[in-house]
């Protein structure tokens, strides 16, 4: 993040605003509705200003001093804005607040500001704020406009009642773990739809009914649940939205080696994390002992979020996991997720079918549980399918040379594909000949992904994603 979001309470505090035009009348009208006092410093206000000057003065919100900026101005001030169209006007107000360390905006110009000024959407007492960090106001713009028709009116008014019960839940529920599994089904179940629907007074009664109906405290031995969730092959747009839903509402996640960092950044922040990721001949946590993880902290009453690179059934030890979780009675469900194959293939513009060249595809893994690369190459080596080797990288010489030696040509196209569908994706197409040295001349590194077929023929013609960083020589 290169700015830092917060919300300030300056109700009935002195706000400066250098300038008198329609930006600078944007500004203060933001700050008015935050509850501000405003002072416009400026030569002249334009017919916008005037009329808002001349509606807030009586009360003492909106001071108009037809002078010229200088430090003094800033004398009571917690925060400034420099709205003027003179750069060096905006400069000093800059520069005066940084020296009295108070927060100042200038519009048009990030390098001066120590605050941004966001687009809002506002559904008092929630409000959501969207900035691009100044680098383009409309594109913020345009993200707020999208939620904006996402978010109903009735969120405020939903807001204002959890606010108004709070106290009383916070008294009847003493774990904050049980508080928010409260509030998470109320604001997500009949008492939403009720708010929502203009039934109010319903809706109060509903909710204090459902207050009075839960207990105290957990139950004891209550036991959790486990959701086995696919987070897919890298890029966080491709999750599902069940897999979204369970990542805010889990209480602990326990994740794997191919999760990415920005995956990991749309669990709820205040989510404790578990690493439990395996990588070969090296794995932090035994898959025996994340089996038992899981079952214990289903045990103590948690909903567990098991966050699985690509999909936790296709190379994922899924199976294992959930039936070591049905051997115990842990109730669990699985989310699916666009496995390593899907994406990577798909992002590097290769299709794994083909009506003029694969009509089968084959996902086999590149080693064995003992580490050995011991496939059926026979069945492999066979024209008209696709082959998807995951985990291949290391044995990737031995994998060319048995599937050559089994029948098919050295000439045969095949491809290798490292981090797929992140920006730091590297495709190299070659042969089954030349793939291993173009690999290891480019030092490529886990996780990867091989793509053996004359389907990698199309990878030129139909490669869409292309992510910056790739190397000279990349694709060739």
């Not at 009208?29 to 030569?43: D, W």
Request: proline content about 6%; overall charge neutral; aromatic content about 6%.
């Amino acid at each position: 993040m290169n700015f830092l979001p917060v919300f300030l309470n300056i109700h009935d505090r002195n706000c400066v605003v250098a300038g008198g035009g329609e930006v600078a009348a944007r500004k203060i009208a933001m700050l008015l509705r935050a509850g501000a006092r405003v002072t416009v410093i400026a030569p002249q206000l334009c017919p916008e200003l005037q009329e808002q000057l001349d509606e807030q003065s009586q009360e003492g919100k909106l001071v108009y001093r037809a002078e010229t900026f200088h430090d003094d101005h800033l004398a009571d001030a917690v925060l400034a804005i420099a709205a003027t169209d003179d750069f060096a006007v905006n400069r000093r107000v800059s520069e005066a607040a940084h020296r009295q360390r108070i927060p100042v905006n200038v519009v048009d110009n990030p390098a001066l500001c120590s605050f941004i000024m966001p687009s809002i959407v506002d559904r008092t007492p929630v409000v959501v704020a969207v900035s691009s960090g100044g680098t383009s106001p409309v594109l913020a713009r345009l993200l707020r406009a999208r939620l904006e028709t996402m978010i109903p009116a009735a969120y405020g008014r939903l807001a204002a009642y959890a606010g108004e019960f709070r106290g009383r839940v916070k008294h009847r529920f003493s774990q904050p773990e049980k508080r928010r599994r409260f509030w998470e089904r109320v604001l997500q179940g009949s008492f939403a739809e009720m708010v929502f629907a203009g039934k109010d007074q319903a809706a109060k009664a509903w909710l204090e009914r459902e207050l009075e109906n839960e207990t105290e405290e957990p139950t004891k031995g209550e036991v959790g649940e486990v959701y086995l969730v696919g987070a897919g092959p890298g890029d966080p747009e491709l999750l599902t939205f069940r897999a979204m839903r369970l990542m805010q509402q889990a209480d602990v996640v326990v994740y794997d080696r191919l999760v990415s960092p920005e995956i990991l950044d749309r669990v709820r922040r205040d989510t404790p994390r578990i690493y439990a990721g395996k990588e070969r001949n090296r794995h932090t946590m035994p898959q025996e002992s994340i089996n038992d993880l899981l079952v214990r902290l289903a045990r103590e009453g948690k909903r567990v979020l098991r966050l699985k690179g690509g999909d936790p059934f296709i190379f994922g030890r899924g199976g294992e996991e959930i039936e070591t979780l049905s051997g115990y009675g842990i109730p669990f469900e699985v989310v699916p997720g666009i496995t390593a194959a899907n994406g990577a293939a798909s992002y590097a513009g290769i299709p794994l079918t083909h009506r003029d060249y694969a009509q089968s595809c084959i996902f086999v893994t590149g080693h064995l549980k003992d580490g050995s690369v011991d496939l059926d190459w026979p069945m492999l080596a066979r024209p008209k399918q696709t082959i998807v080797v995951y985990m291949g990288l290391l044995g990737l010489a031995v994998l060319c040379k048995q599937l050559v030696a089994h029948g098919l040509p050295a000439t045969t196209p095949a491809a290798i594909v490292q981090q797929g569908t992140t920006r730091k994706q590297r495709v190299l197409a070659g042969t089954l000949e030349t793939l291993p040295d173009l690999t290891a001349a480019a030092h490529l590194v886990p996780p990867t992904l091989v793509i053996v077929g004359e389907v990698v023929k199309l990878h030129r013609k139909l490669a869409w994603f292309q992510p910056e960083g790739n190397l000279p020589g990349d694709t060739e």
